[in-house]
């Protein structure tokens, strides 16, 4: 059983940086795919972006330049460095670990609780 804790989230003006954490406890096999997906209120779930085990990461267009996924295999941490924030990125913020990222693209997997994230203009 893999338990995923996200942390990092909060409140910032525009323009600021956010760095969010996942902890994940379990074993994580180095061929798992893991990922950052939002989900903001009266919207869809999105995927923002994905670490495959093996393979180049991929992002959505809006946060490609902004954003730098990466993870630590040592240590079963996956980030997310946020910057140059916008309002429009405002959401609740989910880590997910799965057999593959299509996997996680179709809500399988494990998933965090979420942590909030709110960017003001």
């Known amino acids: 059983q893999v338990q995923l804790v996200e942390s990092g989230g909060g409140s910032v003006q525009a323009g600021g940086s956010l760095r969010l954490s996942c902890a994940a406890s379990g074993y994580i096999y180095r061929s798992t795919c893991m990922g950052w997906f939002r989900q903001a209120p009266g919207k869809e779930r999105e995927g923002v972006a994905h670490?495959?085990?093996?393979?180049?990461?991929t992002y959505r267009d809006s946060v490609k330049g902004r954003f730098t996924i990466s993870r630590d295999n040592a240590h079963n941490t996956l980030y997310l460095q946020m910057n140059s924030l916008k309002p429009e990125d405002t959401a609740m913020y989910y880590c997910?670990?799965?057999?593959?990222?299509?996997?996680?693209?179709?809500?399988?997997?494990?998933w965090g609780q979420g942590t909030q994230v709110t960017v003001s203009s």
């Open positions: 997910a670990a799965g057999d593959s990222c299509y996997a996680l693209d179709q809500g399988a997997g494990y």
């Open positions: 670490v495959p085990g093996y393979g180049s990461t």
